[in-house]
Structures are given as C-alpha cells and as structure tokens.
C-alpha cells in the first residue's frame, strides 16, 4: 500500500544522500521524494511517498527514525492529510491543436507559462490524480518535456466536535 | 591559547580517557601522528594494515567495554579500514574511528590519496562527521564518542582534512552534547514490562534467548537472577557466549545454525521466547516461517528497528535490556512467589531428554589424527582456570569453540558474528591484549582465515602483545568444504588450501615463537608450552581434514530438523563422496 512519510531533518549537507542510502540498502521503495528548507532554517522537510506492507512501513518509519539526522518522522496515512503536486508541461502545439491545448488548461484551473509558435509550457498543480489526467488529456497532442515535482503532503488541523472539546478548567 | 588541530585532537582523546590507539600513518595525518610522538599516557600501536588497526579496536572495545579508537589515513588508509567498520556496526561494536582527509580545498579534485570517506563510510557506520573547520574540530569528537557509546553502540568516523589538523583553534573540551535527533529509549514501557512478566508467570515451557545486548548493557547479572528465579533454560546465541556461565545448568549452550541439539528444540517447541538484546538473526531462526511456531515472543532491545524486523513480536520492549529485567524481575517478585519450579519441571524433563538424546560429540581415536574438536576442547580444560579471553576467526573453528568453550563471565568471547569476517580473530586478539597486558589471550583460528591478517604478527612482536594463536591446520576452507561435502557433492572447488605455509617457521621469521602438536598425545604439552611461553606464539594443529561441524541446519531450514553428526543418511552422503576415512589426506604436514 502506497504510504506518504514526513520527515524532518537536519538541514545540513549529506542528509539526503543518508535518506537515499537508507531506502536504497535495505530494498525500500521510493516513489517521490522532495526536499526544502522550513520556516527554521536549520531543518527541512522531506516528504517521502513509498510502498509496502505494514510490515515494511513500519521498518521504514523505525529506521528513518534511527538515522540521527532525522529529527521526526509522521507516517501521514495515519491521519487525515492533502497533498499537491506540480508539474509543468510542454506541449507541442499546432495551429488547430492551440484553442484545444487552451480548453484543457483552463478546466484543470491551470496555467501557461511559456508560449512559442509551436509550444505551450502549462503548469499545473493538484493531487496526483488531476495532474494524471491533465497528463493524459494533453498526451494526444504531443507532449515535448515533463517535469514533475513530486509529492508534497500536509496534515490536516483536525476539526473536533464542539463537544469533543476538552472542558475549560478554571484557574485559581 | 591556541592549539593545532592535531593538537586538539590528542587532547580529546585524552579527555576521553583513551589510552591506546591502532593506528597507521600516511601523509595528511602526520602532523597528528608528530603530536602523538611527543605524548605521554597515549599509547599508539602501530599495526601492519589498516584492517588490523580496526579490529584491534573492536577486541579492545569489546573486552573492556569502552569505545576502541582506531585513526588511519586518507584514500587507501580509509578503505581498509572499512571492513572493520562493517563489522563492528553488525556486531554493535562501540568504535571511533578518525581518518585523515585531503586539504578542504582540495577535496573533490580526485587529489592524491583521496577518497569520498564519508561515502564510503555511510553504510556502515552509526554516523560519521567531515570536520571542515577546527572550530568545530573538538564538538565533533565529543559527539563522535557520545553516539559511539549510547544507545545501541557502534562505529563512528570522523574524517580530517590535512588543513584541519595544521590551523589552529581555541580549546575547550565540551561537558556534554545533545543532539536533537538522536534520544536513544532506555527505559521499558511499564505496562508492556507488566504484559511480559504474566507472560512469564504462566508460562510452561519458557525460554530465554540472549544476544549481545546482554554484554553490552551488562545485564548478565539480571539475566541469571531471572533465569534462577523462574527456572527458565537460557540460550545463547554466538554474540553472547559468556554473557550466562556456560556451565550453569540453566546454560543451554549456542543456539542456531551449529547450536546444540537441545538449544534449537527448545526453542522450537517453547511456548513463550523472551528474547533480550538479540535480533533474530538468520542463522537463529532458520526458517522464518516456521520459527518457535507455539510461542508468544517478548522481545527487549534498546534498537526499536530490531523489534518486529524479521520475526512478528507479541510483546515488545525498547529499552535498555539491564533496565527492563531489572523491572521485570521487581514486578515478577511480587506475583510468582518462588512456584515456578515445579511448574517448569515437566519441561527441564524434555530438555534433559534432548540433552541425553544427542550430545555434542566426536570420535577421537588416540592414534589417528587429531580431531579439531578435541584441540579446541583440551585447550579449553586446559586454560579454563585462568579465564582466557578467546577470540576466534570465522569457520569451523569458530562454532567448535563456540560449542566447547563454556565461558563463565562475559567480555571474554570476540568472534565477528554478522558479518563473518575472516581474519578478525588475531588483530583482536591482540586488541585485548593491549587492553589486559596481564591476561591469557587466545585465537583460535583456522589455516584459512589466520592469513587473512597474518602481516599482524610483526606488530605483536613488537609491541609485546602475547598473543597465543591456535591454528586449526585442516589445509581447506573447512565450513566451505563442508557446505561442498554436503550440498555440492563433494566438489572442492576453490577450497583446498593444501599449500598453506609452515607455521611454524612463519612464526619464527616474524620473531614469534612457533609451535606444532603433530599427534594426540602432543597436545597437552605443547599447549602448555604455549601458555608458559613469553610473548606472541602459533601453535600449528594439523587435525583430520574432512570432519564436519554439527549439530547443523541447513540454511532456511527449521530449527528442530538437524543434521546430526550420526544421522545415517549424512554418513552415506560423505561415503558416496569417498570421504570418511582420515587417511584420505595426509594429516601431518611435511616439516
């Protein structure tokens, strides 16, 4: 099962090539990985999607755990979370294909961001399901070049029910 | 005032209470080597070859306890020493290892001995540091021996460049370090150490199956009070023979692939395995599937990654393995109220029986050749009273020993267990040496495997490290010869070693005392002589080439189904490949 892990690190050089080895060595999966700095500049997030049973997850989150660069790991399939990935796209675009390439990008909310005679550079951003479809809308016509970023996840603020909430306890 | 790096680095050491170092000099590290000339207190022990320097430290490390620090050059300094390295991290062996680097502004121009140490290190180390500035020089050594030493130990390097160690830094040796990722968990969950103890009280037929973690944490004092307490059989896998005295009769012996009969059916038909500070190594386990198929497992480790890694656990417990059983058994004191003997008694009946059933045998008749098992056991009864510290290669030997040397306290057994490092044995040996000048250090090694580091010899000579090395002679790979004998039909291929030097004269051209038992009777004497001998010996033993270490499960087979050294089907097998009598080969070498 496809699971996405969050992991801060220490922003500091080598980190990502101990992340890499880790998965690589041991026979885990990497699907995406992406990687930046957080609002303290001496952590990053990564932001891992990988696959596995429970047996293997629970391997991989113990490990991470391990490496003394990882500062905390989240297995965000255990909770709610959104995702958003981005890709940007360059199509190539004939004369009768241009109104069509247009059509397409506006459903998907996306937009173009370079345009040549014979090109449109779209860029679009989403869950991994819109960027595949606009993907394979976009496939007829010709896809030049395809970058993607990979995933990125957050987990969402849990919305509890008013009376979930714990009481308020007067302080003397 | 100021110091040079190389200047730091000695002082740091010293703070550290290091007092021998393994080390082999190249160019960027002579400015440290040329502070180390003038020093007091800091022994260096040269050695012949980087891999010897680390496994030195490893025996240093794993006989006293205390971090065994090693310090090599750039480039090839470096990639010998790896081996080590991987050993020591499978072995949990805590290590410091410092590698000396080209200068910071030529790193990455493929300069003169370079190599990408860190790379190279990464896979096999707990951590590793680059230092890129003096500053950080002294921190960086601080945290190096912190994590080598904390949690689950092991190996950690430190790379230097040539500038690091020439420019010069204020010095002040940190108290303490922190660091936010690494929070290793020492104390068990209480309510799992609860589970685990009403586990323990009901159970019928319990086993204790100990690992390393027990010498490391230093909780063979717990493991036996338990053991005692609940009258429970204990195991033990090859990392930690000692760590329960091989002669108690709770002692089971070695489990796994060469283990005792009884150890592995005791394990496969226990209903409830209390694993401390052991990982569930394949060569324990056999085949996972079907490993101690009626048993609810506890199992305690201070490394959660080892917990559920193989082998699904019923009751886990991070922690530090002295720490839980001290708990565990403070709250099994409360509740089992010293009834546990007659509960386990129909048990200890069976495991007698296994016991009777098929002891760890061998034939040795008092003219034919000598048996390997019968020198390595007279050199047990021989040395038993002077508490040796042993130290094995990687083979047949090594489970023989494992098998016939009943150690009755821990720290005294160095073998490379994970990763099976042939050549380990004499460097750390000697390792331990330097550590314990005053006591009996024994290798027992095999012809195969002694070569691998034999260049060590110059070094043992001339640091007085009285070494007493054992050559089992059988003139093959002898567990590879086995393996052949048993799945290949008998095809030696690339296992003969008939050319194998005189050690005796080999030893004699290092400056070493050289010695032979060419027949049974020979044995005792020369293995007192040995003993009574000053300084480093080998003492050659030629035995009968073709005998094979048992009990044996074949690779991914189940625990409770061994090769037996009198099972009738092996005996045709070893007939069918015309080997079964000892004059197949002649057994004494040509002097």
Known sequence: ?172 | MKLTGAEIFVECLKREGVKTLFALPGGVVLKIFDVLYQQKGLDVILTRHEQGAGHMAEGYAKATGRPGVALVTSGPGMSNVVTALVDAYMDSVPLVCFSGQVSTNMIGNDAFQEADNIGLSRPCTKYNFLVKDVNDLAVTIKEAFYIATTGRPGPVLVDIPKDVSMNKADFTYPGSVSIRGYNPTYEGNKWQIKQAAEAIAKAKKPILYIGGGVVFSGASEEVRELAEMCQIPVDMTLMALGAFPGEHPLSMGMMGMHGTYWANMAVHYSDLVIAVGSRFDDRVTGKVSEFCPHAKIIHIDIDPTSIKKNIHVDIPIVGDCKRVLRELIQVLKATVNGDQKDLRKPWWNQIHEWQRAHPLTYDQDSNGPIKPQHAIKRLYELTKDRAPIVSTDVGQHQMWSAQYFKLSSPRRWLTSGGLGTMGFGFPAAMGAQAAFPDKLVLCVAGDGSVQMNMQEMATAVVHKLPVKVIVINNRFHGMVRQWQDLFYEGRYSSSDLSTTPDFVKLAEAYGAVGLRAKKVSDLDTVIKEAIATDGPVIVDVPVYPYENCYPMIPAGGCNHEMILADSPELKKKMEANGKVTPEDKDTVLTA
């Not at chain 1, 990564?46 to 905390?72: A, F, Y």
């Not at chain 1, 819109?130 to 016509?141: C, G, H, R, S, T």
């Not at chain 1, 395809?146 to 995933?151: D, E, K, M, Q, V």
């Open chain 1, 1 to 172: 099962m496809e699971h996405i892990i969050s992991v801060t690190v220490e922003n500091k050089f080598g980190v990502l090539s101990r992340v890499a080895g880790l998965f690589s060595g041991r026979g885990f999966n990497i699907e995406s990985l992406s990687v930046a700095p957080t609002l303290d500049p001496t952590m990053s997030m990564m932001t891992i999607v990988t696959s596995g049973d429970d047996r293997i997850i629970e391997q991989i989150v113990k490990q991470l755990n391990k490496l003394i660069d990882v500062i905390k790991v989240v297995d965000l399939n255990e909770t709610e979370f959104v995702e958003r990935e981005t890709a940007l796209i360059k199509v190539h675009t004939k004369a009768e294909d241009r109104a069509e390439a247009l059509r397409i990008t506006e459903i998907f909310r996306a937009n173009i961001i370079d345009s040549t005679p014979s090109t449109y550079t779209i860029e679009v951003t989403g869950d991994i399901k819109k960027v595949e479809a606009m993907i394979n809308l976009l496939q007829p016509l010709g896809i030049k070049e395809l970058i993607r970023t990979g995933r990125v996840a957050i987990a969402r603020e849990s919305i509890r029910p008013a009376l979930a909430q714990p009481k308020r306890v007067a302080k003397e």
